[in-house]
């Protein structure tokens, strides 16, 4: 099951794109940290050297779990370590408010959650120790169940995953994007500036013409 992004990158990650409020979405996110299966230990990752801003060593570990597999290798892109993705996503976390922020943790905890495995799937295994076919499975039965509380749960961590690596200039070549404007404002291919001594002005062209009506 492939789960990998199949289209452009997000262009947000407000309060509304992250998780569905409602009596179940609330329940499913509090078992996040609940349950005697939820102590099973999960794989350890390591840490961004300047250390994490919203997310726990486990939830980052999930976080990056989920990241490898939604972002494959692909020829001429870079990888989720060249872009450093789930450290990315963390930044971008912190941009967000803190119940959001807060709903973002539940919901990598939850992913983790061998209870919440036990009882979507059958499975006691923490997300971060399973196979990269099992975790495949994981995440599509998210994608597709019919709980909205799990497709709008999937479709925040797809946004924030995506969020984190479209940012980095490195990818920008692979889709085509020159950067933001003025980034490349010595580019051999701008038009020539025949304003004399006057420095090029800064945006995409300024109009010296009659005003227009």
Do not use: C
């Not at 019919?146 to 969020?163: E, H």
């Not at 020159?178 to 006057?198: K, M, T």
């Amino acid at each position: 099951m492939d789960v990998s992004h199949p289209g452009p990158p997000p262009t947000t990650l407000s309060r509304r794109s992250l998780i569905k409020r409602g009596v179940l979405g609330g329940a499913l996110l509090a078992a996040g940290g609940a349950g005697f299966l939820a102590l099973r230990g999960g794989a350890a990752v390591p840490l961004p050297a300047d250390g994490l801003l919203v997310f726990t060593a486990g939830q980052f570990a999930v976080l990056d779990a989920v990241s490898r597999r939604m972002v494959r290798p692909r020829k001429g892109w870079p990888s989720v370590d060249e872009v450093g993705v789930a450290r990315a996503a963390d930044r971008i976390a912190s941009q967000v408010e803190p119940s959001a922020q807060k709903e973002l943790r539940q919901l990598l905890g939850l992913f983790e959650n061998g209870l919440a495995g036990f009882l979507f799937g059958g499975r006691i295994r923490p997300f971060t120790r399973l196979d990269g076919a099992d975790q495949d499975r994981v995440l599509a039965e998210w994608r597709d169940s019919r709980l909205a509380v799990r497709r709008t749960g999937y479709a925040a961590l797809r946004t924030l995953v995506l969020a984190g690596y479209y940012q980095s200039p490195s990818v920008w070549p692979a889709v085509g994007y020159p950067g933001p404007p003025g980034i490349f404002q010595d580019a051999p291919s701008l038009p020539e500036w025949r304003g004399g001594d006057e420095p090029r002005p800064d945006g995409n062209g300024v109009w010296h013409g009659e005003a227009l009506p």
